[in-house]
């Protein structure tokens, strides 16, 4: 089946702008996480959703940035007013299922390359 | 895990070499489980394993294998007969203490493979 798909594959902006980034995850995943990766370095956890609902927002590095879920599918991550430091690459990842005690893998997209200008 | 190391930041190695990527992580969890990801140049993540902590036995996938040693907190990969097309960011994942709903990703090791 289809694996986990992000648009747009490159984002170009100017500063102070506001952008939408857009994860489709693989069908039937109920558990879904966006990741940023700045150049050279490992991911950063941002957020996850169990079904529509985010458990999890710890890692959303201001109130600039918001994400949601419809439809236990398709995702929206918005940055308002990106700032030069937002540029980076953004990954979403889609597992089966996340609960109790047990870690499913997760399946990465191709990821969303911000850059502002 | 609270933390994980990878202290090899680039290894470079001549096509059919064998190389070991170490992984050390820190935890005070009894149950907790283990990721192995691969970054070619094309950017996207590849998942290769994921492990518990019930289970000790090194696993083989093809010229793959991981040693998980839960007394030393470690979890190492081994490539073997690398080839130019192993090279890429290998990142070991480990899930946060009490936590299964994100992963803790170092800097990775970077992995050059020469012809």
């Known amino acids: 089946g289809a694996g986990v798909s992000q648009s747009p594959s490159n984002k170009v902006t100017e500063k102070g702008k506001d952008v939408e980034l857009r994860c489709d995850p693989i069908?039937?995943?109920?558990?879904l996480y966006w990741y940023r990766q700045r150049l050279g370095q490992g991911l950063e956890f941002l957020i996850y959703?169990?079904?529509?609902?985010?458990?999890?927002k710890s890692g959303l590095p201001s109130d600039r940035f918001s994400a949601e879920r419809t439809g236990e599918s398709v995702s929206t991550l918005t940055i308002q007013r990106t700032q030069q430091e937002d540029s980076a690459v953004y990954l979403c990842?889609?597992?089966?299922?996340?609960?109790?005690?047990?870690?499913?893998?997760?399946?990465f997209g191709p990821g969303t390359r911000l850059t502002v200008l | 895990a609270q933390k994980v190391t990878q202290a090899q930041t680039e290894i470079s190695v001549v096509e059919k070499e064998d190389v070991t990527l170490d992984c050390v992580y820190e935890?005070?969890?009894?149950?907790?489980?283990l990721f192995w990801y691969k970054q070619p140049p094309s950017g996207e993540l590849v998942f290769l394993i994921r492990?518990?902590?019930?289970?000790?036995q090194n696993e083989i996938s093809g010229r793959y294998s991981w040693n998980f040693q839960k007394s030393t907190s470690s979890f190492n990969f081994t490539i073997t007969a690398s080839q130019v097309v192993d090279s890429a960011v290998y990142f070991c994942?480990?899930?946060?203490?009490?936590?299964?709903?994100?992963?803790?990703f170092g800097a990775g090791t970077r992995l050059a493979v020469h012809p």
């Open positions: 990842a889609s597992s089966l299922v996340t609960s109790g005690r047990i870690a499913d893998t997760q399946y």
């Open positions: 069908s039937g995943h109920t558990a």
């Open positions: 994942a480990p899930p946060p203490e009490g936590s299964h709903n994100k992963l803790i």
């Open positions: 492990r518990n902590s019930f289970d000790e």
């Open positions: 935890t005070r969890d009894t149950t907790y489980y």
């Open positions: 959703f169990q079904g529509n609902s985010a458990p999890d």
